[in-house]
């Protein structure tokens, strides 16, 4: 049995392009005692991957050149050599860009059974997966908002930002997102239910994205989830109230991958604000208390989403530049079979 | 009886000189029931004044024009019409730039009565006062070091670096201070004990400064005591190890009054910092447990301070612009008696 894959074939200068990725074939192998061969129903595509794609210092390894793309995966258990899972069992992981993985399964948590009964499979890669468990700990455990407070999100219509405003807006706050265009923020607030939407292509300077926020959020901003930085958090920060929280959990660099300088970070000390920077597979501990949670609103109809999907493990360097320049809606995925 | 008092004359542009005040003499008004009356032995001058003379935003009111600057000051009772004090009594409290002060001793915490006996009074407005409390409550509550963790502190001679490098000491850290000079480099080391000391003069641009603190902090920073920001802020951000934690005190701005940005906020993320601002009189609670670990270190010889003391109240003003210059050495005071 065949295999395609996709491989880093050589790390970006700036901008990453679909040179940077090389789609090969190999045979799957024969299963040795405690593994797993999974055929991937789903690939998931997350902005992470773009910081794993360079060489420099980061909170991770990078990813190897001429080695699998990494990236999660949902899918169904095709062979079984470990008695923890069966053939047709539905089977979540880090499956990386490829149509089956070969998982050892003695590892813990390399694969994890999921029940779809009341959740699709494709949710536990966005809302009942890794994003949906960022936007859950980034905002309970360190914007800790309570009811009443103002809470703003940016990329607030991506797998992330959109259950951070919704699990905001069950905690009663008051909830404003940032996204790119018209149709973004009427989603946002039409389907998701915030409060209020900035769309920030509107307001290409500070002076203007201040007056934006200050509409948006008259009483002040008490959280920030920042999955974006540069001049929105600039302009946030100065509209933050006393005792403030910014949970980072992305940020873009310039185009010559310089860093954006933060504006006036003095405003640290006079709002006596808290920024906190968090990675979600950090916090292996809080995922069963988050996963519940997204799952049971998800499962009622509380936490909605939207899905992108690339048909087609060849259509996934395209699909990754698109998430890159923003071109997706909602959590992007590409459908393997 | 006369009273010499310093008023707020105007308000500075740009660097604050001794025409932004003015010496005027007052009668002594008659006290009033519950009133007591404070002979001042000594003014504290501090940096958070000069935040006070301006107009704009900060975490307190400004400083009204044509009154008394604030200040804390310690003294002695010549007068009460309040129970529970009686003259002779030893006080603290925030009298001003004057001589005398009429207190209303029927508000709490107005007037704090002190023990002179193992402890001097003039360290009430240093090491065992508001700037101790300060370094105690930035380390304890933000840094919250472990032992053998590295800890850096910048302003490491002055009254609120100094308690935070002895703190630090106290509790198993590394400890590296910044300080501008040779001499107090050495006072830093050897009377204060700290590890190791930065002469940041020696250091002007960012690489050379890197190279200072990759010496003086080998295995990293895990925590960080801000009193400065600007370029020591960038230098030690790119040093700080994963999940470090910097406690923002105090911020200088540029020479116009512009903030100064913070070169690479993405470090907030890269390295799961977590940076928080504070102020010192937003915990009160905290005060009782500070002070007396502050007094029992003082009283016993393990809590090191310098004072620079300028004579009467008329040298108030210069010696308040030398503070924001860097000139004095360790906690400024004024001596009024």
Redesign the interface.
């Known amino acids: 049995m065949q295999n395609q894959q996709i491989l880093l074939a050589s790390r970006p200068a700036g901008e990453p392009t679909v040179d940077n990725f090389r789609l090969v074939e190999t045979p799957v192998p024969a299963l040795a005692d405690g593994q797993v061969l999974v055929r991937h129903h789903y690939l998931s595509l997350d902005p992470y991957m773009r910081g794993r794609m360079n060489d420099g210092?980061?909170?991770a390894q990078p990813q190897p050149l001429d080695a699998v793309m990494i990236g999660g995966t949902v899918g169904e258990v095709v062979e079984s050599r470990h008695p923890g899972f069966a053939a047709g069992d539905a089977v979540v992981g880090m499956g990386g860009w490829q149509q089956y993985s070969v998982v050892d399964a003695t590892q813990l948590g390399m694969l994890r059974k999921v029940d779809t009964t009341h959740i699709p499979l494709a949710a536990y890669l966005g809302a009942v997966g890794m994003p949906g468990v960022t936007a859950w700990v980034g905002l309970t455990q360190i914007i800790a908002p309570k009811e009443g407070e103002t809470v703003v999100v940016d990329a607030a219509s991506g797998a992330v930002g959109s259950a951070v405003g919704q699990l905001a807006k069950a905690r009663g706050c008051r909830v404003v997102g940032l996204a790119g265009g018209a149709d973004k923020c009427a989603y946002v607030m039409d389907e998701l239910g915030f409060d209020a939407c900035i769309d920030y292509r509107q307001h290409p300077d500070l002076k203007s994205m201040l007056r934006a926020l200050k509409e948006a959020a008259p009483n002040g901003i008490d959280g920030h989830f920042e999955n974006v930085?540069g001049l929105i958090?600039d302009a946030v920060m100065l509209r933050m109230n006393?005792f403030g929280r910014i949970a980072?959990?992305?940020?873009i660099?310039g185009y010559n991958g310089e860093?954006?300088?933060?504006?006036?970070?003095?405003?640290?000390?006079?709002?006596?604000?808290?920024?906190?920077?968090?990675?979600v597979s950090?916090h292996m501990n809080l995922w069963p208390q988050a996963l519940k949670e997204l799952g049971t609103m998800v499962a009622t109809g509380k936490l909605k989403y939207r899905e992108t999907v690339a048909q087609g493990l060849a259509a996934a360097p395209e699909a990754f530049l698109g998430l890159l320049k923003g071109r997706n809606f909602g959590k992007q995925l590409v459908k393997l079979v």
């Open positions: 210092k980061s909170y930085g958090l006393a980072f959990c992305g940020m660099a860093p954006i300088p933060m504006a006036n970070p003095s405003l640290i000390l006079v709002s006596r604000l808290k920024l906190q920077g968090f990675i950090e």
